[in-house]
């Protein structure tokens, strides 16, 4: 081996006595927790996930740069997600709600925006559609539909689903995109029975919506993407 790195064997068994610098040790330490965080989230966490729950979670001292230098290091990184991709229709002739959310994302209260859009899930039966509702204080899911085709009833069930879960009152903002199952009568009929105020993104600006985009690339990434479903029931229930 010494042969192999042209060092003397005398210079290799100095090294190997060498007492360990403070900084190292610290390094060696921290990089125990990183890997030990980055396995037990099943590798979906990069440096600045992980960070956040070494530093303000954990409250074991690291800065950011400290972290992301140790993962590049040691080759440890976290699973990529993939492009979006369009799922809904706005080509269609029902009239759109005006974008009275504009990017306003952060509230002081539960229920007083909730934000609304439909992903897609492979399985060996077919596509299997998902339309969720998260509320914007919370960032929690408030309402879920599940069903094998994107139908108008499926956006209802999940709306139907988080008015009774949560029994909004008057002034409620519910923003989507533009897609024909947030845009149909039955879907603005039950906001305007429950006086909920519609909301819709502009025309192709997908940021418009960006936390419920956000929402679907992490369970993509840290769901669907790293497993295949044989039938639809099965990945409603890992869902």
């Known amino acids: 081996m010494c042969r192999a790195v042209e060092v003397s064997r005398s210079g290799y068994y100095a090294f190997k006595a060498?007492?360990?610098?403070?900084?190292?040790?610290?390094?060696?330490?921290?990089?125990?927790?990183?890997?030990r965080v980055f396995w037990d989230n099943n590798r979906n966490y990069g440096s600045p996930r992980i960070w956040d729950q070494l530093r303000n979670k954990e409250q074991i001292p690291c800065s950011l740069n400290r972290v992301a230098h140790l993962m590049h290091c040691n080759n440890l990184v976290a699973i990529q997600r993939?492009?979006?991709?369009?799922?809904?229709?706005?080509?269609?002739n029902y009239p759109v709600?005006?974008?009275?959310?504009?990017?306003n994302f952060t509230v002081d209260k539960p229920n007083a925006v909730w934000v609304t859009d439909i992903t897609y899930i492979w399985t060996f039966e077919g596509w299997l559609y998902l339309a969720a509702i998260l509320d914007l204080y919370s960032r929690g899911i408030v309402g879920l539909a599940m069903d094998k085709t994107i139908a108008?009833?499926?956006?209802?069930?999940?709306?139907?689903?988080?008015?009774?879960?949560?029994?909004?009152?008057?002034?409620?903002?519910?923003?989507?995109?533009?897609?024909?199952?947030?845009?149909?009568?039955?879907?603005?009929?039950?906001?305007?029975?429950?006086?909920?105020?519609?909301?819709?993104?502009?025309?192709?600006?997908?940021?418009?919506?960006?936390?419920a985009e956000s929402f679907f690339h992490?369970?993509?990434?840290?769901?669907?993407?790293?497993?295949?479903?044989?039938?639809?029931?099965?990945?409603?229930?890992?869902?």
């Open 18 to 35: 060498r007492l360990k610098s403070l900084n190292r040790i610290n390094n060696e330490n921290l990089l125990i927790e990183i890997r």
């Open 82 to 92: 993939h492009k979006f991709r369009a799922t809904t229709n706005s080509k269609h």
């Open 97 to 103: 709600w005006p974008n009275v959310l504009n990017r």
């Open 152 to 211: 108008d009833t499926l956006t209802l069930q999940a709306l139907t689903q988080a008015i009774l879960r949560r029994s909004p009152h008057k002034g409620l903002i519910c923003h989507s995109d533009r897609g024909s199952q947030y845009a149909c009568n039955d879907f603005k009929t039950l906001l305007a029975q429950h006086e909920i105020i519609g909301s819709m993104s502009k025309k192709g600006d997908c940021w418009d919506n960006a936390v």
């Open 218 to 239: 992490t369970l993509k990434v840290e769901l669907i993407h790293r497993m295949k479903f044989r039938t639809r029931e099965e990945a409603k229930k890992n869902l």
